[in-house]
């Protein structure tokens, strides 16, 4: 079946820094969603992307359909406290059921004050 | 407020019972998702039904049932027959129109004693 490799599994930053993690896929995907999973809660979806080297913002967070459209990355600019969860890519690939998605292993952000 | 209630948030269950989770859904979704997560593995997909009375199997269904027999409504059962049930489920739902971009619940801790 369809993989995602997310990178990287962990990141342990400071308050103010930027942050960047990457997913990517063997095959072409035609949509890339990232989903950010605060501890003990569902996960919230933060970005979707549907057309390759589309750019998208959400406040401090930018994420980027790649053109290859095998992959896609998530910057988070000045982070702060709250920014610590799990951040997920997530996507629907083109061999793929249209039905189902496809979800990397996360990244586990920690931001210290 | 439209959103996706499950119920309860924390469970436990004796080994050998079996235990059935609540989704429910007032965003007139057509599509709902039941996913297991444990730690470092992601979100897997136990089962999806994308109309009322139909459902299919996911990647780890073995152990588990589902039920679609109101649109709002997908409840999962974790039967005697799952030999590891302890972890974290969620459910999602989405518009079949467009399964992009799935919705989560804010998922139920089950802990098999």
């Known amino acids: 079946g369809q993989q995602l490799n997310q990178s990287p599994q962990s990141m342990f930053i400071q308050e103010g820094e930027d942050v960047s993690m990457n997913c990517t896929s063997s095959?072409?995907?035609?949509?890339w969603l990232w989903y950010k999973q605060d501890p003990g809660e569902g996960p919230v979806l933060l970005i979707a992307l549907y057309k390759a080297g589309e750019l998208t913002s959400n406040g401090r967070l930018t994420a980027q359909f790649g053109i290859t459209r095998k992959d896609s990355f998530l910057n988070i600019s000045a982070s702060i406290p709250s920014d610590v969860g799990i951040y997920f890519c997530?996507?629907?690939?083109?061999?793929?059921?249209?039905?189902?998605?496809?979800f990397g292993k996360g990244t586990l952000l920690t931001v210290n004050p | 407020d439209g959103g996706i209630t499950q119920s309860p948030k924390y469970l436990f269950r004796k080994e050998g019972q079996n235990v059935t989770l609540s989704c429910e859904q007032n965003l007139n979704h057509d599509a709902m998702y039941w996913y297991r997560q444990d730690p470092g593995q992601g979100l897997r997909l136990i089962y999806y039904s994308q109309i009322v009375n139909d459902f299919q199997k996911g990647d780890i269904a073995e152990g588990y049932s589902v039920s679609r027999e109101k649109k709002e409504s997908f409840p999962l059962t974790v039967t005697s027959a799952q030999k590891n049930p302890t972890a974290f489920y969620l459910c999602a739902s989405t518009y079949t129109s467009s399964y992009n971009e799935q919705f989560f619940g804010p998922g139920t801790r089950l802990t098999v004693l």
């Open positions: 095959s072409i995907f035609n949509t």
């Open positions: 997530a996507g629907h690939g083109s061999g793929g059921s249209n039905y189902k998605l496809t």
